[in-house]
């Protein structure tokens, strides 16, 4: 059995890691097949550093680009290289383009699609990882949902129980197995002269934020309130489409709101884990929150993860900034007593030992 294993972005690296260790635990013959959609080292190679994990077999080095031209590239990219180099079955991971194409790419090949992290919906559509989710669940084999909401997301949409794998997300197995290792240097404290536990942490990089100049500056202003409420120090290590957008928008950020570049995992992972609060977009780091016990607010008015908002761990302010404020103090006295959704650290481990068992053992041919 040969598995190919398509990512491409930042948090693809970090939830595919666990995969790739489960591949070699189970001495399974697997590419790395890399769409290049992030690029910058610190988007991107770093996390191979610090994940220890090997170059990519491919790198098909895309690049940025609009949504078509970008999933066009990958497509065609990946679909030669399916071609040339047979698999028996490909994984993705998540809602990014390059789920997006590789999902695509291999089920017009006949190849059967393995999407991690199957059945999360915001049901908004006007999110384009809404639309990437929707297609890839619809055309992969096997759904491997992180929990018993995301699958019966799926039986509502008439996917076949059959083909449903509730795993857990690999983001626990992710956390657990890279904490540790992140505590044996905890000089980003002292580096960025915080205390733990004396800092609001903030990402924001969602296309529908920060491309539109209202959320973005309404996010920048809640980032003052909370600052000026609060009295800490805010950090914001900025993605590279709030970087650019910022500047294009020539939007001032308050004094001490502290833009960094984008951190390692092991450096923001601490940060977060001792964070008096953290506001974000993102998906991935709401769910982390939930596992590290930290306080979320999400700036966003929906979520494909809900669960993290039922626990008691994240709180839906959208984008206006006296609700973000109100949201943070809300937060600010959660008990953080709730218990992790998402998990034992071991999906990884289940999404290739069910593959094991469904895959027969015989190398397919590849239609041209
Ligand atoms: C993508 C995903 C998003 C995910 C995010 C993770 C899609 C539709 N979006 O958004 O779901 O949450 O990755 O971080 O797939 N750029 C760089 N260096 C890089 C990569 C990007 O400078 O290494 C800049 C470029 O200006 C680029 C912009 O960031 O135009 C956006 O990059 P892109 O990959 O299109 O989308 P993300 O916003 O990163
Ligand atoms: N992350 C990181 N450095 C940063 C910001 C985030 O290592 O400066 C990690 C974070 O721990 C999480 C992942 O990146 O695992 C989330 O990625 P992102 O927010 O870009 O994408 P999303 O999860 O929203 O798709």
Redesign the pocket.
């Known amino acids: 059995m040969k598995i190919a294993i398509i990512l491409g972005?930042?948090?693809e690296i970090i939830k595919m890691s666990p995969v790739i260790r489960s591949c070699s635990d189970h001495s399974i013959d697997y590419s790395v097949i890399h769409t290049g959609?992030?690029?910058?080292y610190e988007?991107?190679r770093i996390f191979f550093h610090e994940l220890e994990l090997h170059n990519a077999t491919y790198n098909l080095e895309v690049g940025?680009?609009t949504?078509g031209a970008?999933t066009a590239r990958m497509l065609t990219g990946l679909e030669q290289i399916l071609i040339d180099d047979p698999h028996d079955a490909v994984l993705v991971q998540?809602?990014?383009?390059?789920v997006l194409s590789g999902a695509l790419a291999a089920s017009k090949l006949g190849i059967p699609v393995g999407h991690v992290e199957a059945g999360l919906r915001s049901y908004d559509r006007s999110m384009?990882?809404e639309i990437?989710r929707i297609v890839a669940d619809h055309i992969s084999d096997y759904l491997f949902a992180p929990t018993e909401t995301a699958a019966g997301n799926l039986r509502r949409e008439g996917r076949p129980d059959s083909g449903i794998f509730i795993t857990g997300n690999t983001v626990v197995d992710a956390v657990s197995q890279n904490l540790s290792i992140a505590q044996r240097d905890t000089s980003i404290f002292s580096k960025l002269s915080v205390e733990r536990g004396g800092y609001v942490l903030v990402t924001a990089?969602?296309?529908e934020n920060v491309d539109r100049w209202e959320n973005l500056s309404g996010i920048l202003k809640g980032l003052r309130l909370v600052r000026d409420e609060f009295g800490v120090t805010v950090l914001y290590p900025v993605?590279?489409?709030a970087k650019?957008m910022i500047e294009q928008f020539n939007l001032q950020v308050p004094d001490n709101i502290r833009l960094l570049e984008p951190l390692g995992y092991f450096e923001f992972l601490l940060l977060e884990a001792s964070a008096r609060l953290v506001l974000t977009d993102?998906?991935g780091i709401q769910e982390e929150c939930c596992i590290l016990k930290t306080p979320c607010v999400t700036m966003r008015k929906n979520t494909e993860r809900p669960e993290t908002v039922d626990v008691g761990g994240n709180i839906l302010a959208g984008t206006d900034p006296e609700a973000i404020l109100s949201c943070a103090k809300v937060m600010d006295h959660a008990p953080r007593t709730w218990e992790n959704p998402f998990g034992d650290g071991r999906a990884g481990e289940r999404v290739i030992k069910h593959l094991k068992e469904i895959l027969p053992d015989q190398r397919r041919t590849v239609p041209r």
């Open positions: 972005t930042r948090p959609q992030h690029y910058s988007m991107d940025s680009g949504h970008q998540g809602d990014t383009n390059t384009p990882e990437n990089h969602r296309q993605h590279p489409r650019k993102s998906g």
